[in-house]
């Protein structure tokens, strides 16, 4: 092989044993998830709102950001179920770019992926310990889910990752709720054989081990939109494409169907400041259509403290360094837009 093995890392459980969770975190953890599959499974009428930062980089400006958006659940949890995006893991079309806080150098420049594994456990236990919420994160990597399968409350499966077979295998033994994003290419078909496959059950191998899992009855659909040949952003979260949807979901007879709309990338074209007027759109067809009210659960919003976006090494403080992201002012006002649309 073209490749050299530095060192074998830390197993999960290791990493669990050097940085535990308490029993309040556990506690949290199980309700959160138990609200969110009331919500999935039509016991609750609370619409679900994914919203942060397009990549989370920065501990600090994380943490300020999600401590915010729980002073804002006070005002608005009754109507909306708020889940923090701390997405700490960030694809990349070429391989190159800035891939999330696992691949960060330390200080030498030279990366250290087992600091990287403990930083993005830390983040997520940091934002349950003080604001209550379970977060979601993208499952980039399938085989590093089990570092954090104790601490998650929502998983996505992004647009580049839904056809590939051990990400549709391991969603099916995730016991949270999982998005399965349309392809870049736009399929509805791809996507909605995906969550066949995540809903049933599979033995594979998984870490080495053979792995038998149970089915995800939760594994749903997220429309992000997609790009054409030429590389053009098509969104797809119009009314006929939503209907066009609930038609093909109704055919698939797939367990709980429910879609999540992605506000940003081939949605906006990702510009972010587009994001609140695709929720009105798509929040006036709902209302007027009981089908459809009963699939769109909830949004995926792309939001920051500041405005826009930076490149990495700029410094801005709560700015983001991958897609540009709606700022907090403007955040502010979409929650609560949506809290009296519902």
């Not at 580049?160 to 051990?166: A, K, P, T």
């Amino acid at each position: 092989m073209n490749v050299y093995f530095e060192k074998k890392l830390a197993i999960p459980s290791e990493v669990k044993e050097m940085y535990p969770i308490s029993k309040a975190v556990q506690d949290t953890v199980e309700n959160r998830r138990n609200e969110l599959k009331y919500i999935m499974d039509g016991k609750s009428d609370r619409f679900i709102l994914i919203i942060g930062p397009c990549s989370a980089d920065v501990e600090e400006s994380v943490l300020d950001y999600t401590v915010r958006l729980r002073k804002l659940y006070d005002e608005v949890g009754e109507k909306i179920f708020i889940i923090p995006r701390v997405f700490t893991n960030k694809p990349r079309t070429t391989g190159y770019g800035y891939k999330g806080i696992l691949h960060q150098p330390d200080p030498t420049g030279k990366t250290d992926l087992f600091k990287g594994i403990i930083a993005t456990r830390e983040m997520h236990v940091k934002v349950i310990e003080e604001t209550g919420f379970t977060s979601a994160d993208e499952m980039l990597y399938p085989e590093n889910y089990k570092y954090l399968d104790d601490v998650l409350g929502y998983v996505s499966v992004g647009a580049r990752s839904v056809e590939n077979q051990q990400h549709r295998l391991t969603a099916s033994g995730v016991d949270v709720p999982v998005g399965m994003k349309n392809p870049t290419g736009g399929d509805f078909n791809t996507m909605l054989n995906a969550i066949k496959a995540a809903q049933g059950a599979h033995s594979f191998i998984y870490r080495g081990w053979a792995a038998h899992s149970m089915g995800n009855p939760y594994a749903h659909a997220i429309l992000r939109g997609y790009s054409d040949f030429e590389g053009k952003s098509i969104p797809n979260y119009s009314y006929e494409h939503v209907v066009k949807l609930n038609e093909m979901y109704q055919a698939a007879e797939l367990q709980n169907p429910a879609l999540i709309i992605d506000t940003n990338h081939g949605n906006s074209g990702k510009d972010p400041f587009k994001q609140p007027e695709i929720i009105k759109e798509v929040m006036a067809y709902r209302k007027d259509n009981p089908e459809l009210k009963k699939l769109i659960r909830g949004f995926m919003v792309e939001s920051y403290i500041e405005d826009g976006n930076q490149k990495v090494g700029e410094g801005i403080y709560g700015k983001s360094i991958t897609d540009a992201c709606l700022g907090w002012e403007k955040t502010e006002k979409l929650i609560r837009d949506l809290a009296e649309m519902l």
